[in-house]
């Protein structure tokens, strides 16, 4: 995750993953940087309920066919601009906390064809920003 660079694709084989994906460096808007999983559905990362799954602080990533569950104070956040989840399914964040499934901050992002579902306070929260797209 750490080497990825504008335009790579990143391919998660089958299984579950105790990491979580944080990204480092930002896409471009003629190069994202994608994450996905190879086959999608098969690639879970879980957070333990003590972190995030996926915390993108980072703009113009794609990530696509992932389920990610058990985060601590959400199981998907987005914090970048431009970025994209697609295919992804978020399950049960720690009730502990003003949680959520999955939470966006920042401008342009898409949200599309999602599933948020399980434990949290709140399903889809989208605190901040302007052009965010959620569909599906």
Do not use: H
């Not at 190879?38 to 066919?65: C, E, H, K, M």
């Not at 709140?122 to 302007?130: A, H, M, P, Q, S």
């Amino acid at each position: 995750m750490t080497a990825a660079k504008p335009g790579d694709v990143l391919c998660l084989a089958d299984g579950t993953y105790t990491e979580a994906i944080q990204p480092t460096t930002d896409g471009t808007a003629g190069a994202p940087i994608t994450v996905r999983a190879l086959n999608d559905g098969a690639v879970t990362i879980d957070g333990g309920g003590a972190r995030v799954p996926l915390l993108i602080y980072r703009n113009w990533w794609i990530v696509g066919g992932l389920v990610l569950r058990n985060g601590a104070v959400a199981v998907a956040r987005v914090e970048g601009d431009s970025d994209v989840l697609r295919r992804v399914s978020a399950y049960d964040a720690s009730t502990d906390t003003n949680s959520s499934l999955v939470f966006v901050w920042g401008d342009n992002n898409l949200i599309e064809d999602v599933v948020a579902a399980g434990t949290a306070r709140w399903g889809v929260e989208v605190y901040e920003g302007n052009g965010n797209t959620l569909r599906r």
